[in-house]
């Protein structure tokens, strides 16, 4: 039992680049999670997909595009990456909406 | 909008010297208050959950209390594998979700 796992864990762009960011769990979670994570900015939801089938924008979306492939797994991609987006990324998983939700171990994102 | 504030951002200890944290939050109606632990170069942990004032958790030397305005979290003497940041997180139910307070960098001196 894996819990939530992310690919990669490093990454480093030129800025223009696209990449996609994976996240998969493995728990039978129905919602699915994307923050970034600032110095001093706290965890800030990118956007969230409530269950399989749907999406919905969170505080920062701009810039940012994702994808709730299945049950499983919920891809963040980045079309055309800027500096303003290097951050340590997050992705979660809750049973619901009402639960406490649980974290991958994050990507470490570098825009030159 | 809701708005969650954690105080000291940075608190020291020495290996038995228990305190509190605290976490202060505004919500136009609160369905749970989470506590998350981080430790350098990792995700957030969850510890508790909270849904009402009045309520308490504990889980070896943490306890986590919450009133209607703010939620402490009460570590009795702690051991220096306690260090680590800790969050708060509070569920409105509103679009934002999940809105996370920027944490307490907890240090404890052996």
């Known amino acids: 039992n894996a819990g939530v796992t992310q690919t990669p864990k490093f990454q480093v762009l030129k800025t223009g680049q696209s990449m996609t960011l994976q996240c998969a769990q493995d728990m039978n979670h129905n919602s699915m999670y994307w923050y970034r994570q600032d110095p001093g900015m706290g965890l800030r939801l990118i956007y969230y997909?409530?269950?399989?089938?749907?999406?919905d924008k969170g505080e920062v979306p701009n810039g940012y595009n994702v994808s709730r492939l299945n049950k499983r797994e919920f891809s963040l991609r980045l079309e055309s990456a800027a500096p303003s987006q290097t951050s340590v990324y997050f992705c979660?998983?809750?049973?619901?909406?009402?639960?406490?939700?649980?974290f991958g171990p994050g990507t470490r994102l570098t825009v030159l | 909008e809701d708005q969650v504030t954690q105080s000291p951002e940075a608190l020291r200890l020495q290996e038995g010297e228990s305190s509190s944290l605290n976490c202060s939050y505004t919500v136009s109606g609160l369905r749970g208050l989470f506590w998350y632990r981080q430790d350098p170069g990792k995700g957030p942990e969850f510890l508790f959950t909270?849904?009402?004032a009045g309520e308490e958790k504990e889980k070896e030397r943490l306890k986590a209390t919450l009133t209607k305005k703010e939620s402490f979290l009460h570590i009795t003497a702690p051991k220096p594998e306690d260090s680590a940041t800790y969050l708060c997180a509070v569920d409105s139910g509103g679009y934002q979700k999940v809105t996370f307070g920027t944490g307490t960098k907890l240090q404890v001196i052996p």
């Open positions: 997909s409530a269950s399989e089938g749907t999406t």
């Open positions: 979660a998983s809750a049973q619901s909406s009402y639960n406490e939700q649980f």
């Open positions: 909270l849904y009402s």
